[in-house]
């Protein structure tokens, strides 16, 4: 054993060489081409964009709550104006209720107009008909009579004669106070 | 490798065997897992659906998108009523009980309520929910809520609860009608007039909006689903509010002034048909019904039937003419008194042989000459003239409750009976179907349906009623319904007439009076009180307007001292309102005697 390695020894180094030529692995140098882009700045864009998104993302979230905030209080406040100017309406209609203007028509000496009548066309300004003035003292009832009180606070009328004899009617006067 | 001489410690006896703790781990979350599965099954197997929407209604509200009720307008687009956004104010007595009186004086001071009545209601016990004032203008409710929370005071909220308001009052109230107390879902309850004939097309249909709320604002990228609310439509009426007001006073002035038990007036334009002004005395306040009787809620106009009396001759003698039976100088020899088949019959004056022309007999408002001309009608063509000019079947202008009248028929219709009837007796009417009837002679000849609906409306049972739907027919011969005019415009002359009050100065005007008797309700005969009646149109030569005036039970005298005046004032009136000039031609000179 001993003496056979010798030999392979001599006969071994020209492949072995070769060999151990191919087998020594060396590291590969690293190509030297372009620096290696710095990690930071783009950690940092990327963290930027994220952030920005999240924020924006709240911001635009908030604004709409904001939004929605204002359109139900627009929503409120248009609704208290709605009610508001109904009672306007109402208002105004109250006075336009044809038995107070009679009233203050006739407060103001004003009578519905009788007798003869006659009308002018307002383009050629002809009149035809007899013109008369209107009838002084001609007036109208303007309050409807009221509703009756119920029996107990409308007693019937009683009539005493002289001869004491009591008569009753059945029903008094209608009640023409409408404040009551 | 450690050996074996180590000692193990104690404690690594206690924890078992990594495989035995890797077990007890594994069953561990086997059952933790098992209970995550079965309740998985639960919420998607067994009731998916009922998760869901507990999920969908957290956080989310519905709300009711009220329907505005149309509003009734008179021709002239004035609102008779009109809806406005109301609300109710409700307390908490649980919250509202201790500070009561301050509270009640408060409320009472502000919404004009009766103190001890809120009173009442704050305190009562164990309740959490008492009305305080219904129907309050939402302003008005919001201020007062406000104020009362801005004073300390706690337990006050609203609700929804629309108000309807009838801004005239009493104006029209009779055909109109109103809307009671609203029903627990705030939806309107009609209960007279038109309200109430019309309620479903007044009404209009509620939507609903469900959105999700975070602190009481609406989530905006929230589910949200919107069904829009259909209003209802608005009701026009031909009435004309200014004139109907006058009417109105009008007539209470006449029946109140013959100590009448009540009255009706009615103002129709002749060519259209349209009612200007229909007026019931007496009659209640729309915006506070309560305080008349129901017996009020009405329009006698279209529910009350009655004799016609002598107006009715005008319809007679008309289809006298039409049916050239008779012309307006046709001569009649009247006698005293006629006897006829049961009882005899008399004229309202006495009078002995009197020689009087067709137009005489209506001028003087002869029943004995109106029998006589009558009597050349062939069997039953009085009643198809009758039928034609719309008696006997209902006017059908929107109001509910309208009664028909009776129009005899068949065996019902004897001789007697058609000589009564001729002047306007054994028949019954209500006052629309007599007004559109006269109203066929001012508008040569054709009568138009009376409407009180302006265009067309829906009736609750389906009916379209309206102008647009107001048929027209031809009853008389143009000519026949001038010479009835020329005829009518004798019975208001001063010296042949028997309503010279009824007179318009300056218009030509026809007309016709009837006192008829009345048949009381309590025994079916007649109890010795009269229906006062004026009927007419002008002017004679171009009709604009038919009136009709009737005052029952007056005590002051017949159709032209009670009913003519009034019907004077309404001619006048209509004619000064609308420009009507005076046509300038020469008035009637028909003979009325021969």
């Known amino acids: 054993m001993s003496n056979t390695a010798p030999q392979l020894r001599s006969r071994l180094p020209r492949i072995a060489e070769v060999a151990v030529q191919r087998a020594r692995l060396t590291v590969v140098p690293r190509p030297r081409t372009r620096p290696r882009a710095p990690r930071v700045p783009f950690v940092t864009l990327v963290s930027v964009i994220l952030l920005a998104g999240v924020i924006g993302l709240l911001m635009f979230n908030t604004s709409m709550q904001q939004a929605s905030f204002r359109a139900t209080a627009l929503e409120r406040q248009a609704a208290d104006l709605t009610a508001q100017e109904e009672a306007l309406r109402m208002e105004l209609q109250e006075l336009r209720d044809p038995q107070r203007v009679a009233a203050q028509a006739q407060a103001r000496g004003m009578v519905p107009p009788t007798g003869a009548a006659c009308v002018l066309t307002v383009g050629t300004g002809e009149i035809s008909g007899t013109c008369a003035p209107a009838l002084a003292g001609v007036k109208l009832p303007l309050d409807p009579p009221g509703p009756k009180r119920p029996a107990a606070l409308d007693p019937p009328t009683v009539e005493v004669r002289a001869d004491a004899r009591v008569k009753v009617r059945d029903h008094g006067a209608p009640d023409r106070d409408r404040q009551r | ?594």
Request: proline fraction near 6%.
């Open chain 2, 1 to 594: 490798m450690t050996g074996p001489s180590r000692p193990r410690p104690a404690r690594s006896r206690l924890r078992a065997s990594p495989q035995l703790r890797l077990r007890i781990g594994f069953l561990l979350i086997a059952m933790v897992l098992s209970v995550f599965a079965a309740r998985l099954v639960q919420l998607q197997g067994v009731d998916p659906e009922k998760y869901a929407d507990m999920a969908a209604a957290e956080g989310s509200v519905t709300v009711l998108l009220p329907a505005t009720r149309g509003e009734i307008l008179d021709r002239n687009g004035e609102p008779l009523a009109e809806s406005i956004d109301g609300r109710m104010i409700v307390a908490d007595p649980a919250l509202t009980a201790e500070d009561a009186p301050e509270l009640a004086t408060f409320l009472a001071k502000r919404l004009q309520i009766d103190y001890f009545q809120v009173l009442e209601r704050l305190r009562v016990e164990g309740s959490r929910f008492q009305y305080v004032a219904r129907q309050v203008p939402a302003h008005l409710a919001a201020d007062v809520v406000a104020d009362a929370e801005a004073k300390g005071f706690v337990g006050l909220f609203t609700q929804r609860d629309p108000v309807r308001v009838y801004p005239f009052g009493d104006v029209a109230a009779n055909l109109i009608g109103f809307l009671g107390t609203p029903r627990k879902n705030g939806s309107a309850r009609a209960l007279a007039g038109l309200e109430d004939s019309f309620d479903q097309y007044l009404a209009g249909v509620d939507g609903e909006a469900r959105y999700e709320v975070g602190a009481g604002n609406q989530i905006p990228l929230g589910d949200n689903t919107e069904t829009p609310a259909v209003d209802g439509s608005d009701l026009h009426l031909t009435i004309d509010a200014d004139l109907q007001f006058y009417t109105q006073q009008v007539l209470q002035q006449t029946v109140e002034g013959s100590r009448a038990e009540s009255g009706i007036a009615v103002i129709m334009d002749s060519r259209t048909g349209e009612i200007l002004a229909l007026a019931d005395y007496p009659s209640y306040d729309a915006s506070d019904p309560q305080e008349w009787p129901k017996s009020r809620y009405k329009s006698s106009a279209l529910t009350d039937v009655y004799e016609p009396g002598s107006t009715e001759k005008v319809l007679t003698l008309s289809a006298v003419i039409d049916a050239g039976l008779g012309g307006p100088r046709q001569q009649y020899v009247v006698p005293p008194v006629l006897n006829r088949q049961d009882r005899p019959i008399h004229d309202h004056w006495v009078h002995g042989v009197e020689h009087l022309t067709l137009a005489g007999i209506l001028a003087k408002s002869s029943n004995i000459g109106t029998v006589l001309a009558a009597d050349e009608f062939s069997p039953g063509q009085l009643r198809s003239y009758l039928t034609a000019f719309g008696f006997g079947e209902e006017t059908g202008i929107g109001l509910g409750g309208e009664s028909k009248g009776l129009l005899p028929d068949g065996a019902a219709w004897t001789d007697q009976v058609d000589d009564r009837i001729a002047f306007g007796q054994s028949l019954s009417i209500n006052a629309v179907q007599m007004a559109a009837a006269v109203n066929t002679i001012a508008n040569d000849g054709v009568r138009i349906d009376p409407s009180l609906i302006d265009g067309s409306a829906t009736l609750d049972d389906g009916t379209e009623v309206g102008t647009e739907q107001a048929d027209r027919r031809r009853v008389l011969s143009t000519e026949a319904a001038r010479q009835t005019g020329l005829m009518m415009e004798r019975v208001l002359d001063p010296e042949d007439g028997v309503a010279p009050q009824a007179a318009v100065p300056g218009y030509r005007i026809a007309g016709k009076t009837g006192t008829a008797q009345r048949v009381a309700e309590s025994c079916g005969c007649y109890d010795g009180s009269h229906t006062a009646s004026f009927i007419g149109f002008g002017p004679t030569d171009d009709a604009r307007f038919t009136v009709y005036v009737v005052v029952h039970d007056s005590r002051t005298g017949g159709g032209g001292a009670v009913a003519g005046p009034a019907f004077a004032k309404l001619m006048s009136y209509a004619l000064r309102r609308y420009g009507v000039p005076p046509t300038g031609t020469r008035p009637s000179r028909l003979p009325v005697e021969w």
